[in-house]
Nanobody, 116 residues
Framework: QVQLVESGGGLVQPGGSLRLSCAAS????????MSWYRQAPGKERELVAD????????NYADSVKGRFTISRDNAKNTMYLQMNNLKPEDTAVYYC?????????WGQGTQVTVAS
């Protein structure tokens, strides 16, 4: 079955950096677009970034453009989110997402907290 496992979250000061990872299994990772979403307390889940199957095209929410970079390593079945210049408003649970055969699959999420 599909498994998505996020890691790399934590507590970081404003202006700091984190790198999230999403390890995928149970499907042909290299064939599918993948996404990162986040959900802050009291807010709806929102798309942060997505990446095509080959990594040739990426898309970002306006709020993270120029600060976050999505990437993937198809040989390792892993997707990444490099987050730089983090702001308090980036605090959220970050989720890895796959849309496959009409179904949405989610990881368990990893908490990112930006605070001094």
């Amino acid at each position: 079955q599909v498994q998505l496992v996020e890691s790399g979250g934590g507590l970081v000061q404003p202006g700091g950096s984190l790198r999230l990872s999403c390890a995928a299994s149970g499907f042909t990772f290299s064939s599918y677009r993948m996404s990162w979403y986040r959900q802050a307390p009291g807010k709806e889940r929102e798309l942060v970034a997505d990446i095509t199957s080959t990594g040739g095209y990426t898309n970002y929410a306006d709020s993270v453009k120029g600060r976050f970079t999505i990437s993937r390593d198809n040989a390792k079945n892993t997707m990444y989110l490099q987050m730089n210049n983090l702001k308090p408003e980036d605090t959220a649970v970050y989720y890895c997402n796959l849309l496959w055969l009409g179904n949405m699959y989610w990881g368990q999420g990893t908490q990112v907290t930006v605070a001094s």
